[in-house]
């Protein structure tokens, strides 16, 4: 970032930069204030040269440092419990940076800013400006440069984004120019989405290195030399804003094999004394250029990369950096004499893209995604798109949370950080999130005692957050009263209204639009009144607790029954409710125990089959449309490994199923309803560890699944894994869609995959993919979506029918590290983990279901969050608060408000829809920038690029051309004003904003 921090159109007049913004353009660019920016030889300046009538081996020095998989991040950064595994983080950076300062030549990697952050903070000034030196000379090179280096599956679009902002600004801030990575590095990922590589491509990113990919595509890929290829990554984006070269690196991420040198190796070292008998320079320069060789065939250009590392090494760099030193000077002294036509270099991967970009060649394109992923026939990495199915939900919703308290960081003022109860703060939670998306975190792939970890960092997080959150609320609404969280209420537990006789709740709205919310609270009365800021009467219900939920209480709540109402909040803020007690009330609404024929409200009908008691159709009263609907429970039967042809059991990681016809639980189920005007329910039992509760509520054009599942029984020692099919007279020929990362939409198809002929030796695993926010079926007539409440697995196993994966309980290690069989117990649940979610159903006609999905999907990500008070509250209280002058178009959506610095904010918009997927809310929206907010006052806009370390318009990558010989050119197409910015279908926008308040 290398201009002034903000612009503004004429009519806001000139704005000067404060001293405070001089101080941060200071430290934004990396030199002290008044001097001139140092000359830099950093990124691809910094390049050893190369020999182009040669074959180019580079080498690029690298370690994998998970943040916490089978330690957690503490452990794994101080070098604790190594009785699980030999690792310290803070000893790799330390040898490395004594090995890099010992030959100018040599190079290093580094990813994971998580682990260099903690360790620059503890590290003397004279140190800090060595390793400055060091990244400035680009001897140590940052790439990716997020907090963690992600999962691909199962993390959310938007908690992606944060998490490598964050990264990305500590390098940004910290070392200029020179700190920005130029290649993103997703060498350990199981499987890769499209979505990932759109973000990257629009946070300025020249490529994308990867190791994982199922050994099918690459055995092609290797054959047609495609393993290096254009990836372009949206059908809505104009090309090339989405485009991003990608190369499948030949060993993962390991060295070549042979050539692993680290203490945790057992390679024999290059012994180069002549004297001695064991001399053995010339079968190491011979295997090596074996190797050199052979890599060679399969890649296109006469350049190849080997990754000269592994998880955890360098701890004692000098074993890798001596054997290295040897291993360069040795091959190329073949060269001398003529023999030799291997030229091998220390190197990066940005070094090793420059040289691919150079060589002017047209690359094989790609459209559709990298899943699923199998490392051979039997082994489909699939099972981890639902592992640790709590997990994966809590750190949604904490996703919500942190949004939350972001965005009353800004609209609450300093205040917020810093008032009537404490100092809050938002950076414990941030952090928190960003681990979690580390790749084997919110992935399900960790050892237990590591998750509990990462939740109990998100559970710290959100206590950080609950100050800040009740400051910025008692500033906005003028109440200095308690506020109480309740974060129990989905097994409806919350001490304050079960006892309260009068109590408040205030629904805080992070969505830019209204929403209307389900509110239900556990209470003891039997009748309540509910008014709402304008002390208008709602409609409300008690309803009786049902077994589901008090069976999984566990005395950690008394409440025999549920207040239900509405809420209706504005965007960006809040409004408060008022609950009594009524003595003379009347009474609960009652539960029957016959199966109603049908539940319907004016949008919705839905009908049972009274035999079973299960759905038999759906209707939309709107469109006039009905489809057969029967949905049910099964479980698959988890291979051991030791009954089948191959010894593959099911794991953390891999879903084996030893059996494609999955059992059904129960071909009936047990049902009571109950039906009020405020809402109707059909209270289904399958078995004593399967339960549903069928939902509609009176405006909802969506019909609510809440289903609870567990203990999962292991007393016949059978592992489990537990899905719920919906199956429909829906006709759609083997296709299905999924979501990418909560983004766009991929059209999947059975037993196929778009860029290669597929033998497909897993009918069940192999037609599973990530599912992380929704998945439809549809033919010409009818679209049946299913938003989702966290990221699961799922597929369309037979014509007609969607089934996602909700639980899994497994007996065996699946082999892939972790070590540890997936059996989830906690000190509530010893007898196995208890699960409840929500999936939500909605049918509508294909050209207009995004209209529906789309905003649905994003109030299920971004829920309201509730706050209570006890007693009345003060008269002049203010009631209802909107931070936004109006409300969004329903096309956009605001990602991202947070402050950043003193008078600056971060903001994102985004549109929503995909290009051509609504006629209403698919074409270019405008807005004015000026006129968002209620209590800010914004005085000068700059934009940024999608992870806020690059202005938008400086932001320059390499162009590549694929082999359809098109040369696309980004259109620049320009906003109306300096204030009005116009959004495009799926376009992210981001903006540095200088504010004040009102």
Known sequence: MTRGLFSCNMVAGSLQLSVSLLVLLSRVLGFPLGQEE??????????????????????????????????????????????????GVQYILDSVVDQLLKNPDRRFIYVETAFFYRWWKQQSSSMQQ????LV???????????????????????????????????????????????????????????????????????????????????????????????????????????????????NGYNPPEGFCWDQSCDDPPIRDDPDLEDYNVDDVVRRFLAIANHQAKVYKTNHIIMTMGSDFQYENANLWYKNLDKLIRYVNAQQANGGGRVNVLYSTPSCYLQELHRANLTW??????????????????????????????????????????????????????????????????????????????????????????????????????????????????????????????NISVCPLTESSKKFSVHVYNPLARPVTWPVRLPVNGSSYEVSDAEGRSVDCQVVPVSAQTAAVRRNRGFAVNELVFQV????????????????????PASTQRRVPTAIQNQFLRVTFDPNTGLLSSLTNLETKQTIKLTQNFYWYNASDGNNSKSDQPSGAYIFRPNSSTPFIISKTAKTES???????????????????????????????????????????????????????????????????????????????????????????????????????????VDQLTVVTD?????????????????????????????????????????????????????????????DAHRPLAQQVVLQPTLTFTDGDLHPNTRLEFSGLQAALPPAVHLLTLTQWDEDSVLLRLEHQFQSGESKLNSGPVTVNLQKLFSTLEVLGASELNLSANQWKDEMTRFHWTPQTGEKPLLKTLGDPSAWEVTLRPMEIRTFLLRVLLR
């Open 364 to 489: 094989a394109l790609k459209t559709d995604d990298f899943f699923p992923y199998a490392d051979n026939a039997h082994n489909y990495w699939t099972g981890y798109f639902t592992s640790r199915p709590a997990l994966k939900r809590y750190e949604r919703i904490s996703n919500s949370n942190l949004q939350t308290c972001n965005q009353l960081e800004v609209l609450g003022g300093p205040v917020s950080r810093n008032g009537p109860f404490g100092k809050g703060d938002s950076e414990t939670m941030k952090k928190a999130m960003a681990v979690a998306q580390h790749h084997d975190a919110v992935s399900g792939t960790e050892k237990q005692h590591v998750a509990n970890d990462y939740a109990r960092r998100l559970a710290s997080g959100w206590q950080h957050c609950q100050v800040l959150v009740s400051n910025s609320l008692s500033a906005l609404s003028g109440s200095s009263a308690e506020r109480i969280y309740c974060d129990s209420l």
């Open 568 to 587: 209706q909040a504005p965007p960006l803020g809040f409004t408060t409710y008022s609950v009594s007690l009524l003595r003379d009330g009347p009474p």
């Open 38 to 87: 140092p000359k830099l030889t950093c990124g691809y300046e910094s390049c050893h040269a190369t020999k182009p009538s040669m074959l180019n081996v580079h080498l690029v020095p690298h370690t994998h440092d998970d943040v916490g998989w089978l330690k957690t991040v503490d452990q794994y950064y101080y070098g604790d419990r190594n009785d699980i595994q030999h690792a």
């Open 674 to 780: 109950v039906q009020t005007p405020v809402l109707q329910e059909v209270r289904q039992w399958f078995a004593p560890w399967v339960s549903q509760v069928v939902r509609l509520h009176h405006d909802s054009r969506a019909l609510e699944l809440e289903w609870t599942v567990g203990p999962l029984p292991i007393s016949d020692d059978l592992g489990k894994e537990v899905i719920t099919r919906l199956d429909t007279s829906i006709k759609t020929s083997e296709y299905f869609y999924t979501d990418s990362n909560g983004r766009e939409v991929l059209q999947r198809k059975k037993d196929f995959r778009p860029t290669w002929k597929l033998w497909q030796s897993e009918p069940i695993a192999g037609n599973y993919y990530p599912i992380n926010s929704r998945a439809f079926i549809k033919d010409d």
């Open 136 to 250: 400035n000379e680009g001897r140590l090179e940052f790439v990716n440069g997020g907090w963690c280096m992600s999962d691909e599956a199962t993390t959310h679009y938007s908690a992606v984004i944060d998490q490598m902002t964050m990264g990305l600004r500590f390098l940004n801030e910290t070392f200029g120019p020179c700190g920005r990575p130029r290649v993103a590095w997703h060498i350990d990922p199981f499987g890769h989405a499209r979505e990932h590589a759109s973000m990257f491509a629009q946070m300025g990113y020249d490529g994308f290195f990867f190791g994982r990919l199922d050994y099918q595509d690459r055995t092609r890929r290797q054959s047609a030399r495609e393993q290096e290829l254009l990836w372009r990554a949206s059908d809505s984006l104009e090309p090339p804003m989405a485009d991003l070269f990608t190369g499948i690196l030949p």
């Open 790 to 850: 966290r990221s699961q697995g799922g597929g369309s196993i037979q014509n007609g029918s969607l089934e996602i994966m909700l639980h899994r309980r497994l007996l065996y290690d699946d082999v892939r590290g972790v070590a540890e069989p997936l059996n989830e117990t906690s000190s509530v649940f010893p007898e196995g983990l208890v699960v409840r979610g929500r999936l939500l159903l909605s049918l509508d006609r294909p050209p207009s279901a995004a």
């Open 130 to 133: 060595t390793v400055k030196r």
